[in-house]
């Protein structure tokens, strides 16, 4: 009976993270636009002690929490996009700033691509950002598309 | 299997052992001809610092993982003959080898002993490490002061490593390492206070994108970041990066005044230069823009560069459109369809982008801190698109923020007040020591309108009959007045606490009180600032005839900078329930004479025991 309940339990917690995750399970890429936050309180102390709650990270990001990595973009480059969703999405409709060219970066896109990289992203803003609801990692994932069709930037999409 | 290993791997130990053990033995014969733990290096690199007794040490690393010898938090010669035997042991630990733990320790003796050859075992995780964190260049930052939560009133430090050249935008990908305490978060507020000031968290350093850094404090926090890039070379930064490595879940304690972040990033640069000596200079507290002082000092900082908060950027929008359209920032946020109204349609193109690129941000503002509303997502959207479609339009490099005075080039955060005093015919002197940091009324440069940050103000009376006494204690006193207008609209708050001298029954009482208020702040005119509070008070003055006595109040003022001038001005009311009444007028003269002084006038009228008082004051201040 106690290992039903856990079944079920467990069952139950993966069908939620398939659903709210396209990452895959358990991943945090599902972050749509203007996500916002929970809720000030806890934030509160969260990040305003200068400190961290539970285990402090020390860099390691090539660990993958649990997300597919298949696309180009490094689980250290799909987090960025996802913590900085917003940033990334202003920058692609103005056509520059600081979090698209971090994108860029990211992507090892060369200096001389880089204007190109922005106007590649900043014309197609409907394509990738076809409305409001739409997750970190489809806008990761259009994004790639459109870069592997173009011919000076498909070269960083292998 | 294993029966039949066993033989095998003693006699592998037998033959190893001597070889390394001797080495080792040599390498510490070495280190005691020169009394190699007493050096600088050595004694920044276990974080030990002298103890009350001369001779004696104490490592501030709070932790047994730190220490390689059973007394080495005490003991730096006995660490350093640990630290020379477990580099020798069998490279089979791996990662949990000291060679891998303690790689600066490792660098550094490499290069002042003869170590012979040592097993090398392989370190895994410390090269899983270095690949991710390289760096070419270090970066002091200052995110600055936030009055809306206690740990971060007075600014706070970290250090960012940039890969590569740093152009615009890679810096989102750079480490930032940030020392802070490890928090519960069920912990409230206050509890948090107590134990931060009495050391009762455990600090780590963490090392994390400083995009989520930039994220924390521009957007969520709303607080500008001042950048101070060092001129560390590549040697040094290696060392910092070598060092950072043997940091990593090591606890220290964490001391809100002394001990905090501020302290062990200077202790991060010491090791990283070695001959630096910044944290000597910090026995008492480690104000963060006074270590941002230190370091510049030093000659590490080579420059300066300001990322301004979400609010700022878009108060500078604001500004930037003509004054009749603003309104239309409002409208297009509230309903975006607005864009096709006429009289919006009939501007130039160039202001059309602006508004809708203002509105945007507005909203986005606007939503800060709440969590997702599918109406606002749905509306943040509609501008968004209408933004990328007038994109071209924008001025094609928006104008700058302007940043205003950095906050390295404040006053000094200590006060020495020196002043003579009359009042009802009485005179005396009063002597003043106020630890931190800054008057509503005082030299304004570097720091934000409308913030007064005092902890630890002392001011003591010298009547003329010899006696000295207490004239006041402030313990906590600040102030926090935020403009408000059409599109920013923050509270004004106040809190205070301490001692203060309160004519009650015909007799000056010295009274324990705490008080805090309330309300709202406008500017008036390119220089002016008008406040009203409504106030609480709880003091306890042995005047009433039940001491301790509740009251409530209301507090209002101005301030007004006139070039070297400033006028701070304020009228206050407080009825107690045991009836009784206050009223005060209160104006203060702050002349800046130079950066690290000014001549304060202050009159001070009040009407609390059937008659009314007046005191007149002039002080001269000097800032360290």
């Given at each position: 009976?106690?290992?039903?309940?856990?079944?079920?339990?467990?069952?139950?917690?993966?069908?939620?993270a398939f659903?709210?995750?396209?990452?895959?399970p358990?991943?945090?890429?599902?972050?749509?636009?203007?996500?916002?936050?929970?809720?000030?309180?806890?934030?509160?102390?969260?990040?305003t002690?200068?400190?961290?709650?539970?285990?402090?990270?020390?860099?390691?990001?090539?660990?993958t929490?649990?997300?597919?990595?298949?696309?180009?973009?490094?689980?250290?480059?799909?987090?960025?996009?996802?913590?900085?969703?917003?940033?990334?999405?202003?920058d692609?409709?103005?056509?520059?700033?600081?979090?698209?060219?971090?994108?860029?970066v990211?992507?090892?896109?060369?200096?001389?691509?880089?204007?190109?990289?922005?106007?590649?992203?900043?014309?197609?803003?409907?394509?990738?950002?076809?409305?409001?609801?739409?997750?970190?990692?489809?806008v990761?994932?259009?994004?790639?598309?459109?870069?592997?069709?173009?011919?000076?930037?498909?070269?960083?999409?292998? | 299997?294993?029966?039949?290993?066993?033989?095998?791997?003693?006699?592998?130990?037998?033959?190893?052992?001597?070889?390394s053990?001797?080495?080792?033995?040599?390498?510490?014969?070495q280190?005691?001809?020169?009394?190699?733990?007493?050096?600088?290096?050595?004694?920044?690199?276990?974080?030990?610092?002298?103890?009350?007794?001369?001779?004696?040490?104490?490592?501030h690393?709070?932790?047994?993982?730190?220490?390689?010898?059973a007394?080495?938090?005490?003991?730096?010669?006995?660490e350093?003959?640990?630290t020379?035997?477990?580099?020798?042991?069998?490279?089979?630990?791996?990662?949990?080898?000291?060679?891998?733990?303690?790689?600066?320790?490792?660098?550094?003796?490499?290069?002042e002993?003869?170590?012979?050859e040592?097993?090398?075992?392989?370190?895994?995780?410390?090269?899983?490490?270095?690949?991710?964190?390289?760096?070419?260049?270090?970066?002091?930052?200052?995110?600055?002061?936030?009055?809306?939560?206690?740990?971060s009133?007075?600014?706070?430090?970290?250090?960012?490593?940039?890969?590569?050249?740093?152009?615009?935008?890679?810096?989102?990908?750079?480490?930032?390492?940030?020392?802070?305490?490890?928090?519960?978060?069920?912990?409230?507020?206050?509890?948090?206070?107590?134990?931060?000031l009495?050391?009762?968290?455990?600090?780590?350093?963490?090392?994390?994108?400083?995009?989520?850094?930039?994220?924390?404090?521009?957007?969520?926090e709303n607080?500008?970041?001042?950048e101070?890039?060092?001129?560390l070379?590549?040697?040094?930064?290696?060392?910092?990066?070598?060092?950072?490595?043997?940091?990593?879940?090591?606890?220290?304690?964490?001391?809100?005044?002394?001990?905090?972040?501020?302290?062990?990033i200077?202790?991060?640069?010491?090791?990283?230069?070695?001959?630096?000596e910044?944290?000597d200079?910090?026995?008492?507290?480690?104000?963060?823009?006074?270590?941002?002082?230190a370091?510049?000092?030093?000659?590490?900082v080579?420059?300066?560069?300001?990322?301004?908060?979400?609010g700022?950027?878009?108060?500078?929008?604001?500004?930037?459109?003509?004054p009749?359209?603003?309104?239309?920032?409002?409208?297009?946020?509230?309903?975006?369809?607005?864009?096709?109204?006429?009289?919006?349609q009939?501007?130039?193109?160039?202001?059309?982008?602006?508004?809708?690129?203002a509105?945007?941000?507005?909203?986005?503002?606007?939503?800060?801190?709440?969590?997702?509303?599918?109406?606002?997502?749905?509306?943040?959207?509609?501008?968004?698109?209408?933004?990328?479609?007038?994109?071209?339009?924008?001025?094609?490099?928006?104008?700058?923020?302007?940043?205003?005075?950095s906050p390295?080039?404040?006053?000094?955060?200590?006060?020495?007040?020196?002043?003579?005093?009359?009042?009802?015919?009485?005179?005396?002197?009063?002597?003043?020591l106020?630890?931190?940091?800054?008057?509503?009324?005082?030299?304004?440069?570097?720091?934000?309108?409308?913030?007064?940050?005092?902890?630890?103000?002392?001011?003591?009376?010298?009547?003329?009959?010899?006696?000295?006494?207490?004239?006041?204690?402030?313990l906590?006193?600040?102030?926090?007045?935020?403009?408000?207008d059409?599109?920013?609209?923050?509270?004004?708050?106040?809190?205070q606490?301490?001692?203060?001298?309160?004519?009650?029954?015909?007799?000056?009482?010295?009274?324990?009180?705490?008080?805090?208020?309330?309300?709202?702040?406008?500017?008036?005119?390119?220089?002016?600032?008008?406040?009203?509070?409504?106030?609480?008070?709880?003091?306890?003055?042995?005047?009433?005839?039940?001491?301790l006595?509740p009251a409530?109040?209301?507090?209002?003022?101005?301030?007004?900078?006139?070039?070297?001038?400033?006028?701070?001005?304020?009228?206050?009311?407080?009825?107690f329930?045991?009836?009784?009444?206050?009223t005060?007028?209160?104006?203060?003269?702050?002349?800046?004479?130079a950066?690290?002084?000014?001549?304060h006038?202050?009159?001070?009228?009040?009407?609390?025991?059937?008659d009314?008082?007046?005191?007149?004051?002039?002080?001269?201040?000097h800032?360290?």
């Amino acid at each position: 009976m106690k290992r039903l309940v856990i079944t079920a339990a467990m069952l139950a917690v993966s069908t939620t993270a398939f659903a709210e995750a396209p990452g895959g399970p358990n991943c945090g890429w599902g972050n749509m636009l203007f996500k916002g936050q929970s809720g000030i309180v806890p934030h509160f102390l969260a990040s305003t002690t200068n400190g961290t709650s539970g285990n402090a990270t020390f860099g390691m990001t090539s660990g993958t929490n649990g997300c597919s990595v298949d696309g180009t973009l490094t689980y250290g480059g799909k987090a960025m996009v996802n913590n900085m969703f917003d940033e990334f999405s202003a920058d692609v409709a103005v056509g520059q700033g600081e979090a698209l060219n971090a994108v860029a970066v990211a992507y090892g896109v060369d200096k001389q691509d880089r204007e190109a990289f922005a106007t590649l992203a900043h014309q197609n803003f409907a394509t990738l950002f076809p409305n409001e609801n739409v997750t970190a990692d489809e806008v990761v994932s259009r994004l790639e598309a459109l870069m592997k069709a173009d011919a000076r930037l498909g070269k960083y999409i292998i | 299997m294993i029966r039949t290993l066993f033989p095998h791997l003693i006699a592998g130990w037998l033959l190893l052992l001597p070889l390394s053990a001797g080495a080792a033995e040599a390498a510490w014969a070495q280190a005691q001809a020169r009394a190699l733990w007493k050096h600088e290096t050595w004694l920044d690199l276990v974080h030990y610092k002298a103890g009350t007794w001369p001779g004696t040490w104490r490592s501030h690393a709070d932790d047994p993982a730190f220490f390689l010898s059973a007394q080495g938090r005490q003991d730096p010669r006995a660490e350093l003959q640990a630290t020379l035997r477990a580099f020798a042991e069998p490279a089979q630990a791996g990662d949990e080898h000291a060679q891998c733990r303690f790689v600066a320790r490792l660098d550094w003796l490499r290069n002042e002993l003869d170590l012979g050859e040592l097993p090398q075992p392989d370190c895994a995780a410390y090269r899983e490490f270095r690949q991710q964190v390289q760096a070419t260049q270090a970066v002091l930052v200052f995110p600055s002061y936030y009055l809306n939560s206690p740990s971060s009133m007075f600014g706070h430090t970290l250090l960012r490593l940039d890969a590569g050249d740093a152009e615009g935008g890679s810096e989102y990908l750079s480490f930032a390492l940030n020392f802070g305490a490890l928090v519960d978060p069920d912990d409230n507020g206050l509890f948090y206070a107590f134990r931060g000031l009495t050391g009762g968290y455990t600090g780590q350093f963490e090392v994390d994108q400083y995009y989520k850094k930039i994220r924390d404090y521009n957007r969520d926090e709303n607080r500008d970041i001042w950048e101070y890039p060092l001129n560390l070379d590549a040697a040094e930064i290696e060392r910092l990066i070598l060092h950072l490595w043997e940091l990593r879940g090591i606890d220290f304690a964490y001391y809100f005044f002394d001990e905090n972040c501020s302290y062990r990033i200077l202790e991060l640069l010491e090791v990283a230069r070695p001959g630096l000596e910044l944290s000597d200079d910090f026995p008492i507290t480690a104000i963060p823009i006074d270590t941002v002082r230190a370091v510049q000092r030093a000659g590490l900082v080579h420059d300066k560069h300001f990322r301004p908060a979400h609010g700022t950027v878009l108060r500078q929008r604001i500004t930037a459109l003509p004054p009749a359209q603003r309104h239309w920032i409002k409208v297009l946020s509230a309903v975006p369809e607005r864009l096709e109204d006429a009289e919006l349609q009939a501007l130039d193109e160039g202001t059309r982008a602006q508004l809708v690129d203002a509105a945007y941000k507005y909203l986005r503002y606007t939503q800060t801190g709440a969590a997702r509303d599918p109406t606002m997502a749905a509306r943040s959207y509609q501008l968004l698109r209408a933004l990328q479609q007038q994109a071209a339009a924008l001025p094609r490099d928006a104008p700058a923020v302007d940043p205003g005075a950095s906050p390295d080039l404040s006053h000094g955060s200590r006060r020495l007040a020196v002043g003579a005093w009359s009042e009802q015919g009485r005179e005396y002197l009063s002597l003043g020591l106020r630890m931190s940091l800054h008057s509503l009324e005082e030299n304004r440069t570097g720091f934000p309108v409308g913030a007064q940050i005092n902890i630890g103000n002392l001011d003591l009376r010298l009547e003329d009959d010899g006696q000295l006494d207490l004239n006041r204690l402030d313990l906590v006193d600040i102030v926090s007045l935020s403009p408000r207008d059409r599109f920013f609209k923050p509270l004004s708050w106040a809190v205070q606490t301490g001692i203060d001298r309160q004519w009650t029954a015909n007799r000056e009482h010295r009274v324990a009180q705490v008080n805090g208020g309330v309300g709202a702040s406008g500017r008036v005119g390119p220089a002016g600032l008008v406040y009203a509070l409504g106030t609480a008070r709880l003091e306890h003055n042995h005047g009433f005839d039940d001491p301790l006595q509740p009251a409530l109040g209301l507090r209002a003022g101005g301030l007004q900078d006139a070039g070297p001038l400033t006028l701070h001005w304020e009228l206050g009311a407080e009825r107690f329930a045991n009836g009784q009444s206050r009223t005060r007028v209160d104006l203060r003269h702050n002349l800046r004479l130079a950066r690290h002084q000014a001549l304060h006038l202050q009159l001070l009228w009040r009407d609390q025991r059937g008659d009314d008082t007046l005191a007149v004051g002039l002080r001269y201040q000097h800032y360290y």
